[in-house]
């Protein structure tokens, strides 16, 4: 990694030509620049030195001055550091590349090597586009060559391939190791991952997509007594409105339609709870189902049943592991059954959501429904 504070053993020398105090080019005597460093002004490299009278037995008074960029015997300097004046010196004066307090500061401590908080940014980007700034700042991307950086991720997961701007640099394509391009799903909405730049990309340390835990959380629901404007058919299976998308961390799953399309083949744990409420009819069997649309067949993870003769909220859950040997889309469906009733007849049930909440007619009380998918 480029060094940024440089210095020497032992430079001292004297001005080779005198120095106002508005001046910020410094000229020490012919020969003795090379004594001193000499920084790169593009990686931001630079060392102190100090400035006193030839005329004095001490160093006082005396200047500090940080040289950005020297040529030869001549030094690029910004005046007056560390609580010093810029002052006027003469030809002859002293020139020291002494150690400063500010040189002691810029060291790392130990709890900067336990924290590495100069690593770590909070994303202000997108979700395939992030952006952090790092304290301090690296001067370009060839500095952090084989650094860890670690990201907090901006409150979306990506849904492709993804790039990381630091401090302006330059976007920066993401890649698994190996090289690979994000498809998606990669890096889950507030997730903290750890990237490492090898000179042209940031290869993903932290989250391997092709192995480990992939999950996704689908929901529906509304504020506490709106109506859905949704129905339930009674003796039919009803497809459940799934309309939001908590997380989703399984490449190629998406949520289409109220459907979920599962671009790929694989081992899924998949289970599913809808929370209905009885509302005037007496006897309501409520059953609960996945179901593979693709296939038209019941998904093989079962199905949950409630009898409700009371006005009561009711969990139904069902889950289980599902193979799916092609791709598919699933969706989760009700049953609504009314075997006795107190009023009207048998028939359809309108679904409203809210703990609570009263639908506009006769029927289920929705609150919430909530697919959770983990790929194995």
Request: charged share 10%.
């Amino acid at each position: 990694m480029t060094q940024l504070l440089l210095a020497t053993n032992n430079a001292q020398t004297t001005l080779g030509s005198a120095l106002a105090s508005g001046s910020t080019s410094l000229t020490v005597a012919t020969g003795t620049g090379d004594l001193f460093p000499n920084p790169d002004p593009d990686l931001g490299q630079y060392f102190r030195m100090t400035l006193w009278s030839a005329l004095t037995n001490s160093i006082l008074p005396n200047e500090i001055v940080t040289c950005t960029a020297r040529s030869g015997d001549t030094m690029t300097v910004a005046r007056g550091q560390e609580g010093t004046t810029a002052l006027n010196w003469n030809i002859g004066d002293n020139v020291a590349n002494f150690f400063t307090a500010s040189d002691l500061a810029a060291f790392a401590q130990q709890d900067d090597i336990q924290t590495q908080q100069g690593n770590f940014g909070v994303d202000s980007g997108s979700a395939n586009a992030g952006v952090v700034t790092l304290i301090p700042v690296p001067p370009t991307l060839g500095y952090l060559t084989g650094a860890p950086i670690r990201v907090q991720k901006v409150d979306s997961t990506n849904t492709g391939a993804y790039t990381l701007d630091v401090n302006a640099l330059g976007n920066v394509p993401v890649v698994l190791p190996g090289g690979a391009a994000f498809t998606g799903g990669e890096l889950p909405a507030n997730g903290i991952f750890t990237v490492v730049y090898d000179g042209t990309s940031f290869e993903l340390q932290s989250i391997d997509a092709s192995a480990g835990l992939k999950y996704a959380q689908f929901q529906y629901s509304l504020a506490s007594g709106t109506n859905s404007a949704e129905t339930l058919t009674a003796d039919e299976w009803n497809p459940r409105n799934l309309t939001v998308t908590k997380s989703n961390t399984i490449p190629g799953l998406t949520l289409v339609d109220n459907l979920l399309d599962f671009a790929a083949a694989g081992v899924f744990e998949i289970d599913v709870s809808a929370q209905a409420f009885q509302n005037t009819r007496s006897g309501v069997n409520h059953t609960l189902r996945l179901y593979d649309v693709t296939a038209t067949s019941t998904l093989d993870v079962g199905t949950a049943g409630i009898i409700q003769e009371a006005f009561a909220a009711t969990d139904l859950t069902v889950g289980g592991t599902a193979t799916l040997s092609t791709v598919v889309s699933v969706t989760a469906g009700h049953q609504l059954r009314v075997d006795s009733y107190l009023n009207g007849a048998p028939g359809e049930g309108t679904i409203a959501n809210g703990t609570g909440g009263q639908a506009t007619g006769n029927g289920v009380l929705e609150v919430y429904v909530n697919v959770r998918v983990k790929q194995l």
